[in-house]
């Protein structure tokens, strides 16, 4: 089974601090995907890495992809309420099928 | 561009009675469809794919059943409601690009509530 472990399950942080969630598995995956879900909402596509050793930057969201890409990490810099929601990482191994994190709930307050 | 379509909203329904819930994708041929099952701010629960018409992957054994008539739409369909399928439903849709991997992109979802 492949399993993608994400950590920590729920974060409760002050406006303006900065924040790291991760994305750990024993697989390899071909690609990654990261996304942010609000309440009622579906989840929305943040970033897709692929390559080991990728950083991606989305404003104050960085996005990293191990070297053995078997892991991959998020960064929010002076995080912001609107950045509250539940974020879901997912790995793909190109077949029909992605495998999901459990993911990260996230509430910033003012 | 893409876009994917989920009705109804919200459904609030009778334990023992029927369900059916529609996903319809625009912009694109030939996707992967997938139904999703989340418990309130959890991970998703894949409950079944499909690859093309006619052509249905259950993941989870359960009273639910999907079906896919046409090449953009998929339908999630219940005889008999239970409490426990109360939760929020998630049609999502994926395609594989060369260089930039699998991402699959999702619906707004239907909020449904078994009493």
């Known amino acids: 089974t492949q399993l993608l472990e994400q950590s920590p399950q729920f974060l409760s942080i002050q406006e303006g601090e900065n924040l790291t969630v991760y994305c750990n598995s024993s697989?390899?995956?071909?690609?990654l995907q990261w996304y942010r879900q609000e309440p009622g909402e579906g989840p929305v596509l943040l970033v897709t890495v692929v390559t080991g050793g990728e950083v991606k930057k989305l404003k104050r969201l960085t996005f990293q992809f191990g070297d053995a890409r078997k892991d991959s990490s998020l960064h929010i810099t002076a995080a912001q309420p609107g950045d509250t929601g539940l974020y879901l990482c997912a790995g793909g191994r190109g077949y029909s099928t992605l495998t999901f994190g459990k993911g990260t709930m996230l509430l910033v307050s003012p | 561009s893409q876009t994917i379509h989920q009705w109804p909203a919200t459904l609030v329904q009778p334990v023992g009675s029927p369900l059916s819930l529609e996903c319809t994708v625009e912009g694109t041929s030939n996707p992967n469809l997938y139904w999703y099952r989340q418990a309130a701010g959890r991970g998703l629960q894949l409950l079944f794919y499909?690859?093309?018409?006619?052509?249905i992957s259950s993941e989870v054994p359960q009273n639910l059943s999907a079906s896919r008539p046409q090449d953009r739409q998929f339908i999630l369909s219940s005889k008999k409601l239970l409490l426990s399928d109360s939760g929020f439903y998630l049609c999502?849709?994926?395609?594989f690009g060369r260089g930039s991997g699998e991402t699959q992109y999702f619906g707004p979802g239907t909020r449904l509530l078994v009493l």
């Open positions: 697989s390899v995956f071909s690609s």
């Open positions: 499909s690859v093309g018409i006619g052509q």
């Open positions: 999502a849709w994926m395609v």
